[in-house]
């Protein structure tokens, strides 16, 4: 009898060759070792095939991070985030312990309205300075971001041996940014208006009290201004520094935001990177991406394709629709009838009275909403173990500059003692040093020596509670001896007292606080009476 | 002893079933933990499907989501009648396949250009992929599969991941069953190829 062909062979393996046709091969393959061979090797082959596809493609990084985390693709996205707002976290976490009153808000430079504030003075005090000044400045900052972002990149590629894409977006604009005479095209007139008739080829780099693109604009728009408005085309990506944003025409790259308020009422193709005190993507709003942001309060009526990843200081309302995950950390969560998420929605609020979500919203995914528990940091390990690492910190300065500055160290401290006089002037250096530095960084000098103050501000800050630390330490203990291990045990003791009284509930807001004050103006002093010498003579 | 543990798993898996069994129906009811619950279990397998059925990642990931989506609505015309699975997988087949056809303006995915004429492989060369053991070598085989045409990887997949009957993937290609028979074969075929290539 005639040997089977593969394809029979094959579907009899497969279980699809039914009835007499199955029988005879069978019994063909009783006889027929050539067959057989065959059969057996196809077997070995489903059962290969089967198993492999259990596993994926190794070029496919595995869904686990999609579904849980929900954001594996805006990884360097994030990390490119943190770089930048590494600098304002820190100063939140510090500042997260101050407790200052509501009415008085505005005036605090690390509140979200202060921040906000001050970032869109500044920027707006750029945008009447000059536009030679502000080439000049945008040199610098795009340098000085250049080198953070190529550092940052080495230690990305380092780690997955590839440049992120978005942030490779990025490096590509600021670098625009750190080259002025590299196909820019720059307007700084009180009204900057790209017609709707009017096509800019190059990036545009606008400065103005409003800035409106009615037209199109074939590269990046780099905008700084009150009011930015785009009903027209940008072809490239949107990085706006302003009070208030609104896109109702379309922006094809991504929107890189910083400004008090963003209106997105058209097209995006791609992703929102936002620090905004309120964004709100309108009904007729469309984002190709995802969006990340750090914000006041979120409204989301349109549609976003990919993930949602929010830290908001307010609410967040969604009653339209997300592609993907949905993660958010913030006071409240809403979610309308017409809310729709298409993957997980992970949540922490801070109270389960502000989340709403409505019967209707779908959720196609795991719907995991907690409240942040705040107080609860005594009972987690990490908040001792950060507490021992500052306080190890703050022993390891305070021994450098006991043994590197001894004489100044000690007068410092003593000088807290005078009471009144550190505290007013810490006050006055406190609150008069941020206005210091935002008119250096508007006048000649500019911002190089901007940021020096500011470093050398936050420096001063975090001696503070040394100095005051060290004089309650030296008044308790009264050193007859006063070597260097005497002040040290003071020290020792006293930044211990400081840290506890510094934990207890609205009194110790107050207390750091003061201690900053006691502290700066106890350093200012003293630096003012050892720079006094050298001066008269 | 190994009597025994063949006893526990069967126990095992009969408690899985009942479980999986009221977690469906509760989904049926629309019960959002229910629903989040099957998304938990079963991301990873349709994720893994789409992600060979379509070309790229972000595709994959698109559909996946829009199949848990559609989840809420379809599932209440699961009936028991098919290991819930391999529906959930004939669900996502489906889904790629709309995403395929959508890209193809409408078109059929795989159309039928000639009669099924299979080159039979020589008697003296029996399959090269049953000897696929090593673990890079199948690794090397997934990515072959990923790269074959769209044509034999379809029909592939929709066999050896969702392992389905030629019935079915003709059913939801379009094709004869036939010519669904012949694909799966050239796309063995190919495969056995391009192994054969690589380990040269």
């Known amino acids: 009898m005639e040997c089977y062909s593969e394809l029979t062979c094959s579907l009899f393996v497969d279980g699809e060759l039914t009835g007499d046709a199955a029988r005879h091969l069978r019994d063909h393959l009783v006889t027929c070792q050539r067959c057989r061979d065959l059969v057996h090797a196809l077997r070995a082959e489903s059962r290969v095939l089967t198993e492999s596809l259990r596993e994926l493609p190794e070029e496919a990084p595995s869904p686990e991070a999609f579904s849980h985390l929900g954001f594996s693709w805006v990884w360097g996205d994030l990390a490119m985030m943190a770089a930048v707002l590494a600098l304002g976290s820190t100063l939140f976490i510090w500042i997260d312990h101050l407790e200052i009153p509501g009415a008085l808000e505005w005036f605090n430079p690390f509140s979200l309205n202060g921040l906000t504030n001050l970032m869109f003075n500044l920027s707006y005090y750029f945008a009447h300075g000059g536009t030679a000044m502000l080439t000049e400045y945008v040199a610098v900052v795009g340098g000085l971001f250049l080198v953070l972002l190529l550092g940052g990149s080495v230690l990305l590629l380092g780690r997955r041996w590839r440049l992120p894409k978005n942030g490779l977006g990025l490096l590509i604009v600021l670098l625009t940014f750190s080259l002025p005479g590299f196909a820019l095209e720059r307007r700084h007139e009180e009204f900057v208006t790209i017609a709707a008739n009017q096509t800019v080829d190059d990036t545009l780099l606008a400065i103005g009290n409003t800035v409106r693109v009615e037209g199109v604009v074939n590269g990046d728009l780099l905008a700084f201004g009150r009011s930015v408005e785009v009903s027209g085309t940008v072809k490239g990506d949107l990085v706006s520094f302003a009070k208030r944003t609104v896109v109702s025409g379309s922006v094809e790259g991504r929107i890189y935001n910083f400004s008090q308020s963003l209106d997105l009422d058209g097209q995006l193709g791609h992703s929102i990177y936002g620090f905004t005190q309120s964004l709100r993507v309108a009904d007729r709003g469309h984002v190709g991406d995802g969006i990340v942001a750090a914000a006041g309060d979120v409204s989301l009526e349109g549609e976003v394709k990919r993930s949602v990843d929010m830290l908001l200081s307010g609410n967040a309302d969604l009653s339209g629709s997300i592609g993907r995950d949905m993660t958010v950390t913030g006071r409240g969560l809403t979610l309308t009838n017409t809310a729709r998420v298409g993957g997980n929605l992970t949540a922490r609020v801070r109270q389960l009275k502000g989340v709403h979500i409505a019967d209707g919203a779908i959720i196609a995914g795991k719907r995991d909403v907690q409240v942040r528990v705040r107080k609860s940091q005594f009972a987690r390990s990490r908040f001792y173990f950060r507490q021992a690492l500052s306080f190890a910190s703050a022993m390891l300065v305070g021994w450098l500059g006991l043994v590197l500055v001894p004489g100044f160290f000690r007068e410092t401290t003593q000088a807290v003692g005078s009471g009144w006089r550190s505290l007013g002037l810490g006050i006055g250096i406190l609150a008069g040093v941020p206005v210091a530095i935002v008119v250096v960084a508007i006048t000649l000098v500019g911002i190089p020596i901007a940021l020096m103050l500011f470093a050398a501000y936050l420096t001063a800050i975090y001696l503070a509670k040394i100095w005051v630390g060290a004089f309650l330490g030296w008044i308790l203990l009264r050193p007859t001896g006063a070597t260097k291990y005497d002040w040290l045990l003071g020290l020792l003791l006293g930044l211990l007292i400081l840290t506890i009284v510094g934990f207890i509930p609205y009194l110790g807001g107050l207390v750091r606080f003061g201690i900053v004050c006691l502290g700066l103006g106890a350093f200012a002093w003293q630096l003012y009476h050892a720079s006094r010498p050298a001066m008269t003579a | ?200």
């Open chain 2, 1 to 200: 002893m190994d009597a025994k543990r063949r006893r526990l798993t069967v126990k095992v898996k009969q408690m899985e079933e009942r479980d999986l069994e009221s977690v469906i129906e509760r989904a049926q009811g629309h019960d959002a933990e229910a629903l989040g619950e099957i998304h938990r279990r079963y991301v990873r397998r349709v994720f893994g499907l789409c992600r060979y059925m379509l070309d790229s990642r972000e595709n994959a990931e698109d559909a996946t989501s829009e199949v848990f989506l559609k989840l809420q609505r379809s599932i209440e015309s699961y009936d028991g009648s098919v290991p819930f699975p391999q529906w959930l997988l004939r669900v996502a087949g489906n889904q790629c396949i709309d995403v395929l056809r959508r890209r193809n303006r409408g078109r059929q995915v795989i159309v039928e250009v000639e009669e099924g004429v299979v080159v039979e492989a020589t008697s003296s060369e029996p399959s090269p992929l049953g000897a696929v053991i090593r673990m890079e070598e199948r690794a090397q085989l997934r990515v072959a599969i990923a790269h074959l045409p769209e044509n034999y990887r379809l029909p592939l997949v929709l066999r050896y991941y969702s392992e389905l009957s030629y019935d079915e993937i003709a059913q939801q290609l379009g094709l004869r069953r036939n010519h669904v028979a012949v694909l799966i074969l050239r796309a063995k075929q190919e495969l056995r190829r391009k192994l054969a290539h690589r380990s040269k």
